[in-house]
């Protein structure tokens, strides 16, 4: 049987398709906390998308503009999203599918290349668009962070070179490699924000427990609508990495280990098992935006809101760059030019390899390719892995503002988020295997933030255009 890091996704034998399961690939799920910490994993590269342009950026750039006030904004923002990731993960542990195909489940269909396709694919296709307008803006964050340290070069075409780096990244990687990778760049710059945060203490700038509450009190000032509109969408395990977190669950192992559905004594244990180690992963990730989230809105908010300057343009990092050279000196202006790479990198090389995955599940639902083709999936995904990234750069190429570009497409995340939440409640209902559904707790769970996002999407946008 393979183990996880014989599965190479991108340089893999294309012999073993990891998307399908038999009888001779299950194995029992880990019993105890330590021999489940090992087969944790898929979390750490999701990470490595959430904790990125949504953190450094927009988290940023919405307690530059409000301050405190809403602190509370970015904690439902952070913490109501996981429920939706984790059953998403429980319906591909117990069915296999990845979630294109089990979103073509959805009842409504309409005409597509070659067979009718549920509306959700072709939504999510429009969708791609704003979705490259954002991937742009980090493209072009990374572009302004080497450009502050190596200006010989403008941003742009530094977004161009870090642009073709990630293709070689991805076409030359592995899952295991992605894994590692990610948790070194999103570990580092977390505990430098943190450790950035803490100092923050020890100046003017100090947070006081008045700070804390008044982020407490649910205010939402109208006019920071397009900003939090923008962080909401892009903070937290958004619409777009809920749904990419499937494959990496695929990946690692979890629905293959537990075997082909057979309602069997056996698998349903196997099933329930690996569940709970997938749950474990969704706390993980959870933890660590957590501890990225909230030094970045907390350093925004007392440091640039203060200052009364708000990160715009091509000195969007300059700007925010502040938030370290306010507490910690100006030679750690280039400390936060590292980790500013590092986190803003991470972010396109795992949406990345996320998205040509979807890329290639969606080309299986359309029946452009064969869906049992591996091979010519991987082919679709290393197309993908080239064009994708260049068209991003471009459009930073030609507009050169992440700001404008991430909040134009995190307000299209936003609006995506409770279509997806709701989307996962029917496939609960309607296709979980009932031996292994969530219990009533978890449902009320579900239930809470699915509404939680529709009023907040509505709200927001109600407001955006009163």
């Keep these: 049987m393979p183990q996880n890091d014989e599965l190479k996704p991108s340089r893999q034998n294309l012999n073993i398709d990891p998307y399908t399961r038999h009888h001779e690939d299950v194995r029992e799920p880990p019993a105890g906390l330590w021999n489940t910490l090992k087969f944790l994993g898929p979390g750490l590269i999701l990470v490595g998308?959430?904790?990125?342009?949504?953190?450094?950026?927009?988290?940023?750039?919405?307690?530059?503009?409000?301050?405190?006030?809403?602190?509370?904004?970015?904690?439902?923002?952070?913490?109501g999203k996981s429920i939706v990731q984790a059953e998403l993960g429980r319906y591909t542990v117990s069915s296999g599918e990845t979630v294109l195909h089990a979103f073509n489940r959805l009842p409504g269909k309409l005409p597509g290349p070659r067979k009718t396709i549920s509306w959700f694919i072709w939504l999510w296709m429009f969708q791609q668009i704003p979705a490259h307008l954002g991937g742009g803006g980090v493209y072009g964050g990374v572009g302004?962070?080497?450009?502050?340290?190596?200006?010989?070069?403008?941003?742009?075409?530094?977004?161009?070179?870090?642009?073709?780096?990630?293709?070689?990244?991805?076409?030359?990687?592995?899952?295991?490699?992605?894994?590692?990778?990610?948790?070194?760049?999103?570990?580092?710059?977390?505990?430098?924000?943190l450790a950035c945060a803490v100092m923050l203490q020890f100046t003017p700038y100090a947070i006081t427990w008045g700070d804390v509450g008044a982020g407490l009190q649910f205010q939402f000032p109208a006019y920071a609508v397009a900003a939090a509109l923008g962080a909401y969408g892009a903070t937290g395990v958004t619409a777009g990495e809920s749904m990419s977190y499937t494959y990496w669950c695929v990946e690692k192992g979890y629905a293959r280990f537990a075997g082909p559905t057979d309602d069997s004594p056996e698998w349903i244990r196997r099933a329930r098992g690996w569940i709970r180690v997938m749950q474990a992963d969704v706390l993980l990730t959870l933890g660590v935006l957590t501890c990225a989230t909230v030094p970045f809105y907390m350093l925004g908010a007392g440091v640039l809101h203060q200052m009364e300057t708000v990160p715009n343009g091509l000195d969007t990092i300059s700007i925010l760059s502040r938030v370290y050279t306010?507490?910690?000196?100006?030679?750690?202006a280039w400390l936060f030019l590292l980790g500013a790479f590092f986190v803003l990198f991470s972010t396109v090389v795992s949406a990345l390899a996320g998205g040509t995955r979807m890329v290639a599940d969606a080309m299986g639902v359309l029946g452009v390719v064969n869906p049992d083709d591996y091979r010519g999936r991987v082919r679709v995904m290393r197309i993908w892995a080239v064009v994708s990234p260049m068209i991003m750069a471009l459009c930073y190429f030609f507009i050169e503002n992440p700001v404008w570009m991430l909040t134009i497409s995190g307000t299209i995340a936003a609006i995506m988020m409770p279509i997806v939440a709701g989307s996962t409640i029917y496939l609960r209902y309607a296709h979980v295997n009932r031996h292994i559904r969530p219990t009533w707790k978890a449902d009320s769970v579900l239930w809470i933030c699915f509404l939680i996002m529709v009023a907040l999407a509505s709200y927001t946008v109600f407001r955006q255009f009163a």
């Design 49 to 79: 998308t959430v904790v990125g342009s949504g953190e450094i950026i927009m988290t940023t750039t919405l307690g530059a503009t409000v301050g405190f006030v809403m602190f509370w904004w970015m904690l439902v923002s952070s913490w």
């Design 144 to 193: 302004q962070a080497v450009h502050m340290a190596f200006p010989f070069l403008a941003s742009k075409w530094w977004t161009i070179i870090f642009a073709a780096l990630a293709v070689v990244l991805i076409l030359s990687g592995t899952y295991r490699f992605l894994e590692k990778l990610m948790t070194f760049m999103v570990a580092t710059f977390t505990f430098l924000t």
């Design 326 to 332: 306010q507490t910690l000196g100006e030679w750690a």
